[in-house]
Nanobody, 123 residues
């Protein structure tokens, strides 16, 4: 059984930075493409970023382009999301997700999910 555990969320001021991490256990990390999604109160969960198995391909939501960077470290079974120039509208619960095969921005394509880590951007 694959398990995902996010960390790194906290309260940060607008313009600040955070680095979220997602540790994968229970199966071979290299079997899975990985993604980050977020859900703000009262809103649907939305795609943020995704990375393929060999980290050679990434994709981003328009809201994340030029501010967020997704990466993965095979040796540590960890995926990360570096978030810079954070805005109040980035406030949400952030979830990591895994799926066998290629990257996808479709939430329904992901099989495994973490419990989420809260990011709050406020002064």
């Amino acid at each position: 059984q694959v398990q995902l555990a996010e960390s790194g969320g906290e309260l940060v001021q607008p313009g600040g930075s955070l680095r979220l991490s997602c540790v994968v256990s229970g199966d071979t990390f290299l079997r899975y493409a990985m993604g980050w999604f977020r859900q703000a109160p009262g809103k649907d969960r939305e795609f943020v970023a995704a990375i393929n198995i060999m980290a050679r391909s990434t994709r981003y939501a328009d809201s994340a382009k030029d501010r967020f960077t997704i990466s993965r470290d095979t040796g540590k079974n960890t995926m990360s999301l570096q978030m810079n120039n954070l805005r109040p509208e980035d406030t949400a619960m952030y979830y990591c997700a895994a799926r066998p095969g290629t990257t996808s921005s479709n939430m329904g394509d992901y099989v495994y999910w973490g419990q989420g880590t809260q990011v709050t951007v406020s002064s």
